[in-house]
């Protein structure tokens, strides 16, 4: 039986649990929540998971945080960009688990920022979808495309919205994301953020709307 507190979400409870399994992603279902409470942990399978990886060691070292570990592959000439079965690459990885120094690593190894896996999924969405603002920030700061829409057409302040992460939504918001952005089926993040029930991330999202948003931040 379902608790009704923590609903599937077509499924942002499924997206969460498999983002980096599958790279399933659907938020049109109606949630239920109590506020906007941290996102619960997440637990993907192991990078020698039934989804074989085109780099598992590099894959495992970052799944531990072993930035020591994943240097010395890379050093060895593991493909920074090598893709899964399903189009993850490393990064998509390291952003998932907030790995912020082996991004740094993988970005100065010139690993893709705005990879799309086969559902369109970018590093930057990944990394919204784990609720890691300092991960995101440094996704930013390398410049990902903060407009960048995954095959169901949500940016990553779909994500931050649909899972009630209101500073992770105002930090987007503040970096220039669009709240008036529509998916396939026309919502907006305000819409995922009122069916979902996330009052906070809701009335960061209702101020928003009331104002232009702040053109997207030009990094050298």
Known sequence: ???KRHPPVRQTASLLALALVTGAIALAAAGCGNGDAKPA????PAAD???PVAEPALSNAIIAGNLAGAQKIVDAGADVNARDALGRTPL????FYGRTKI???LAARAAEIDATDHIGMTPLHAAALSGGRQTVQILLDKRADIQAK???GQTALHLAAATGQPKLTKLLLDNGADPQKQDLDGRTPLHYARKNHHPQTTSV???AAKKPPPAAITRQ
């Open 103 to 105: 991004i740094e690593l």
């Open 1 to 3: 039986m379902n608790d």
């Open 150 to 152: 995954n095959d169901e």
């Open 92 to 95: 998509h990885m390291a952003a």
């Open 49 to 51: 998971s039934a989804f």
């Open 41 to 44: 942990p997440i637990n993907p």
């Open 205 to 207: 999202l209702e101020q």
